[in-house]
Structures are given as C-alpha cells and as structure tokens.
C-alpha cells in the first residue's frame, strides 16, 4: 500500500468494479441468493421451492450452473461445473480480500488526503460523493 494517492484510488476503482461483478453475478454474498430463492418461491408457489433455490445458491450452486443444467442435462453440467465450489470459495477469498484492501485504501487516502498529499479527485474517487472533501479538516486546521 505505499502506492501514491491517484495509484490507489485507480486501485481503489478496480477493486471495486471485481467485487460489483463478483456480486452481481452471483458468486459471492447471500443478497443473490435471497433474490433467486424469493423469484423462485414466487415463480413455483411455494416457499420451500423457495428456500431450496436459496440455500442451492448459498451452497454454491449458481445461475452459471443451472442456466447448464437445463440446457445440456445434469450429466453433462455436472462434469462442466465440476469445479464449482473450488471456483466459488476462490471468488469469495477474491472478494473478501478485495473488501479488505478497500477497507484499508479508505483509511490510506483520509489520512492522506488530511495530510494534504492526496487530491480532492483522487479522495471523491474512493469515497465517492458520500462525503464532501471540503468539510474534511486537514491535520494542521485542527491547532
């Protein structure tokens, strides 16, 4: 992390985008797997179709792999995914680690940014429009 402020914040960015990917595609977090489980349960009926969609998902059952069990049969998907819980737990390693390095670029570009070596596009490039750079006090306002 001794990358200069507009390095991070590109880093930042990138990190970012994984982690918006990883989730939207369904690999990681319960928030998909929820969704699919009530589209389900809303789709059948039935609350339990419901639930066994949700904890499929959780498990690490995916709409990658559905989507090739209904096209191709179980057999052939089966072999096709057969890696799939190697695939997800290395997805959810990805993105708990990129959760933290996000976590530690914040920290990396206040301190900087209070310091006055970090500009206000590279401190709105990782915080976003959350928090306005003018009402953040540099270290030497404080005296």
Do not use: C
Request: glycine share 12%.
């Amino acid at each position: 992390m001794r990358l200069k402020p507009d390095e991070l914040a590109r880093t930042y960015k990138r990190l970012a985008t994984i982690n918006w990917i990883l989730e939207s595609a369904g690999f990681v977090g319960g928030a998909s797997a929820m969704g699919a489980g009530a589209g389900e349960a809303i789709k059948k009926g039935s609350m339990s179709e419901g639930f066994k969609k949700t904890t499929g998902r959780l498990a690490g059952k995916g709409p990658i792999s559905e989507a090739l069990v209904e096209k191709y049969g179980a057999g052939t998907a089966a072999r096709a995914v057969g890696l799939a819980p190697v695939a997800a737990a290395v997805a959810k390693l990805v993105h708990e680690s990129g959760k933290k390095q996000m976590a530690e670029i914040r920290a990396i570009t206040q301190h900087e940014f209070q310091r006055g070596k970090a500009s206000r596009e590279d401190y709105a490039a990782v915080f976003g429009n959350a928090v306005d750079p003018a009402s953040i006090k540099k270290y030497w306002e404080y005296r």
